[in-house]
């Protein structure tokens, strides 16, 4: 009896078929997005010259493993954690918190920011410190955020340390569409503390 060797596109039409039932090409994306948006923006043409020893460079946090994702936490009890279904963040907290500190700083204080892909020749200080708590209480049904906050030398000496704190009631229901704006606001408020705080330092 003879046999046609099947043709090459009935081979890869036959191994598409096979894989489609055991291979994911890429995650089912999320309902919704969530960013920051600062509550006090530098005004287009705002112009700065700095002093010396005024420029401040803004570093990103540290952060447990646990916030250092795009996902959104939940506290359930002291000893567990879960994530908000269908939303997730449009980077991770640590990266989103630095780029909003920054701006609130700039916009709130005569302190000239720069980041650490920035050069400062006058000898200006850093801000870092840790994120400790970026995320929801299902206990207190509120958006909290905690940062360590650490003024230091270039020569990475630490001047000051502080912790802040806030917290914002989420509503009725903690889910996709409830989360966004408490956290926000919660993560503005500890902004404008730091940069308060950092106002207050001398050099």
């Not at 958006?143 to 912790?163: E, K």
């Not at 903690?174 to 966004?180: F, K």
Request: net charge neutral.
């Amino acid at each position: 009896m003879f046999h046609a060797k099947p043709t090459g596109a009935i081979v890869a039409l036959t191994a598409a078929v096979l894989l489609s039932g055991c291979v994911s090409f890429g995650a089912k994306p999320p309902e919704r997005l969530l960013t920051l948006d600062a509550a006090h923006k530098v005004p287009a043409g705002t112009a700065h010259s700095a002093g010396s020893g005024r420029s401040l460079m803004v570093t990103e946090p540290e952060a447990p493993r646990m916030l250092d994702t795009v996902r959104v936490p939940v506290q359930v009890n002291p000893t567990s954690v879960a994530y908000v279904t269908d939303v997730q963040w449009a980077d991770t907290p640590r990266h989103l918190f630095r780029r909003l500190l920054a701006e609130t700083i700039s916009a709130t204080t005569d302190r000239i920011v720069l980041d650490s892909g920035q050069f400062s020749g006058d000898g200006g200080q850093r801000l870092g410190g840790e994120l400790v708590a970026f995320g929801l209480d299902a206990g207190g049904n509120t958006a909290i955020v905690t940062y360590d906050a650490v003024l230091s030398t270039p020569n990475g000496v630490a001047l000051a340390r502080q912790r802040f704190t806030a917290s914002t009631p989420v509503g009725s229901k903690i889910e996709s569409t409830t989360v966004g704006a408490p956290l926000n606001a919660a993560a503005n408020k500890v902004a404008a503390d730091v940069a308060a705080w950092v106002a207050a330092q001398k050099d």
